[in-house]
């Protein structure tokens, strides 16, 4: 029997991973702990995560004092980051040899500067791949279109990848076509399937933060009675938008041509809900969470949310539920003027955005923390 909140999301099919990597935890034996502790099967890194480690205490300066001279700051943040995915890789490759390939998997980002050019991108994913060396690492790539096509082609070529930064039905649409499509690639060159992993990385709170601030915005201006109607919209559109995109994972992941590439050992790309701390104190710490369990499904959750679940979480499957509502929910709010396409197109143009300010932030912070230790003379970006 399941033995805490965290056993039981992983028995109901919702695998856990920790969205958080240091090097203390790596090295202290906490990591391995919770994988064997808490059902933990995965983990994603990305900068913002990094720059927070290198900012605090000195888990890297011997490793940066010691790199060799005339590295630019991005390629000593590169050394770095792939020791810590390569051995966070190797803490969870039990995990990934027992699930035969759908569990155990560690993220690693490309530059926010490839972001709309998939030439680039899939050049960059390989590099990464053949850096790292590791079956289990998973390459980030952002689900632009032009990340989708890199996506297609990076599945063919037998790259395990996580699309990131997805927030409308409409762009996970197109990321799972064109992972079936480079499956079907992979199969016409007689590639195997089995080793072959995805994720779609769905980000949840973000949604609600900005349809939220849109409905204050109306709620400023409204009579009482339209204040009151407003108000009941607020804080319910990421899980919507959420469960629809989930619906659509099950029509995508059905039907013949999928049991096509299933009997040749493939597997589903898996919905990930990212972004699932709340930004609202007046919300459910756990909400984001505990309103969307179910198979076949990822949540990655920052330590404080591992932390929250564990100790209040209810488990109940839920991600399928109110699938009618959710479409209601979203129509309501687009007779209130609010297009879940704007609010989707805006949340990734500031995401990418964010996305290249983390790089920077951590590259300027790398450089600060490099000349406390007397390394003058490393060469600029």
């Known amino acids: ?49 990094f720059e927070k480690a290198l900012a605090t205490g000195t888990a890297y300066d011997a490793q940066l004092a010691s790199a060799p001279d005339g590295l630019t700051p991005w390629q000593l943040f590169e050394l770095i980051e792939s020791d810590d995915v390569r051995t966070a890789c190797d803490q ?52 632009t279109d032009e990340g989708s096509k890199a996506l297609r082609r990076l599945i063919a070529d037998g790259l395990n990848v996580n699309v990131t930064l997805l927030f409308s039905v409409e762009a996970y649409g197109r990321v799972a076509e064109a992972y079936l499509a480079g499956l079907e690639d992979r199969v016409k060159t007689g590639g195997d399937l089995h080793r072959v992993g995805s994720v779609a990385s769905f980000f949840i709170s973000r949604v609600d933060s900005e349809v939220d601030a849109r409905l204050d ?35 995508q992941f059905a039907g013949e041509r999928w049991d096509k590439l299933r009997a040749r050992a493939a ?43 564990q100790d209040h979480g209810d488990v109940v499957r839920t991600v399928d539920k109110g699938v009618d509502e959710a479409r209601e929910l979203l129509q309501a709010l687009a007779s209130e003027g609010i297009s879940m396409s704007s609010v989707t197109d805006k949340l990734l143009i500031e995401g990418l955005a964010s996305f290249q300010k983390s790089f920077d932030t951590l ?19």
């Open 267 to 309: 597997h589903v790309q898996r919905p990930l809900w990212a972004s699932t701390s709340t930004k609202n104190p007046s919300y459910r710490d756990v909400m984001y969470v505990e309103q969307l369990v179910g198979p076949d499904t990822v949540n990655t959750m920052p330590p404080n949310v591992i932390t929250a679940f």
């Open 1 to 49: 029997m399941p033995h805490s909140r965290l056993h039981k999301l992983h028995a109901a099919g919702q695998s856990v991973w920790l969205d958080y990597i240091d090097r203390t935890i790596l090295s202290d034996g906490a990591l391995t702990r919770q994988i064997a502790d808490d059902a933990l099967t995965g983990m994603t890194s990305n900068p913002t995560i």
């Open 92 to 143: 969870f490759r039990s995990v990934y040899e027992q699930s035969g390939g759908t569990g155990g998997y560690v993220s690693i980002e490309v530059s926010p500067n490839v972001a709309n050019d998939a030439d680039a991108t899939v050049e960059e994913a390989h590099r990464l791949w053949k850096l790292v060396n590791r079956p289990n690492v998973m390459i980030k790539v952002p689900g």
């Open 217 to 251: 915005a109306m709620i400023a201006e409204a009579d009482d009675a339209s204040r009151s109607r407003l108000g009941a919209l607020k804080g319910k559109a990421a899980i919507a938008n959420a469960k629809l995109a989930y619906a659509l994972f099950q029509r």
């Open 363 to 381: 590259l300027s912070g790398l450089s600060n923390k490099l000349r406390s230790l007397g390394r003058e003379t490393v060469a600029a970006v």
